[in-house]
């Protein structure tokens, strides 16, 4: 099958340019000048249109397996492809944990079966698994993530010789939750005393529990013993200023330590709390304006070079009418995350092309993703076309298993019109292809 996409304008490597693209089988067979004439089976024009390399999405939680009422990687990844995500790396902290080599391998043979996207899955680090974690062939497996705060299961990683001697042995990219659970803990007594009736707690509260002191000094500790060995560290889910200045600064390929920030962080503050209350309460939590305008500037900057989501749905009866304290943290974003990161451009934050760098070029460079994240010949076809429209979120257009959105209200101003995995049409106008599949991603070690 060849496909021409006819004379689109371009977004990739840092440039806008229109320009036609060949898609032959699985590939990105050429990328030729306006108006080149070649044979194709299939063209495509759309003008008003913009090609974008597919979204490489470096932290999901699609809940397969052991969670599947909340969400599962079929549904998951139909929402994915909808939002013009193409890749997506998933966590470990499922039922079971993915915490030994052959419940990782469990999680790709579901993923073959039924995941509309491409896919990695991280193996997930105990206090008394590093012989699993040290024989894993990181030329298949995105990483190793620890979680250094409270977690599902047997995943907290707090004993002091055990994170040691992951680190020490660093055998492929350790990927970090970090908040300090000594000072959540602390932090939840004092609010839990102040509050003896949990109707009265404002939402806000969250991120004065999960505060940035519990942050900044989880992912201090983090960066400490990468330099310390040498180890190659990146740092999800970043919310606060302070925790930027951790960051190793220069081309990716000579930073051992990076940070990821994810949309909602950019998007809100903690005076969205008091209109969106549970829909925005995350771990960890959105920290103030101050914080969201240091994120965003250090996006811009390349400091944070990677934008994700951090995807985590909960049913919403598990998420909504419950108390404070009992309310579980974590929202749907993989969908519209792209479009989010759009329409901020819109608004001036950063350009077109920042948006593709940080969505698709960076999170290929930093794991060493083999052939995607560019709009390059030879490179696997995975790209997304967006048009500039206007349209609402409501939580009757979601695909999120868990139907609804922390976005249901919001008008957004661009659509994705079509998404290409592998050289084959995922989703078009509203529409998944459920016969297509994604395939695992390999890695450059």
Known sequence: MRILIKDIQLVNEGTIRRASVLVEDEYIKAILPVGAQVDADVVIREKDCYLFPGVIDDQVHFREPGLTQKADIHSESCAAVAGGVTSFMDMPNTVPNT??????????????????????????????????????????????????????????????????????AHPALI????????????????????????????????????????????????????????????????STAQEVGLLDTGSIAECKITGEACVHYLLFSDADYDTLGERIKWNPAIKTAADRDALRKAVVEGVIPVVATDHAPHTREEKFGKNFFSTPSGGPMVQHSLLVMLDLAAEGYWSYETVAQRMAHAPAELFKINRRGYIREGYYADL??????????TDDNVFYKCGWSPLNGRTLHHQVVRT????????ENGYVNDDVRGKRLTFSR
């Open 99 to 168: 915490t030994t080599v052959d419940e990782l391998e469990k999680k790709y043979e579901r993923a073959a079966q039924t995941s509309l996207a491409n896919y990695s899955f991280y193996i997930g680090a105990t206090n008394d698994n590093l012989a699993e974690v040290v024989s894993v062939d990181y030329s298949q497996v995105c990483g190793i993530k620890v979680f250094m705060g409270s977690s599902t299961g047997n995943m907290l990683v707090d004993n002091e010789t055990a994170l040691a001697a992951l680190f020490e």
């Open 175 to 238: 990927a970090t939750h970090c908040e300090d659970e000594q000072t959540i803990q602390r932090n939840l007594a004092e609010a839990k005393a102040k509050y003896a009736d949990s109707a009265n707690i404002p939402w806000r509260l969250h991120s004065q529990i999960r505060s940035a002191e519990a942050c900044f000094l989880s992912s201090q500790k983090a960066a400490t013993l990468a330099r310390k060995y040498g180890a190659r560290l990146h740092i999800l889910h970043l």
């Open 384 to 393: 997304v076309m967006v048009r500039k429209r206007d349209f609402v979120v």
């Open 420 to 427: 290409f995995v592998n050289g084959r049409i995922a989703f």
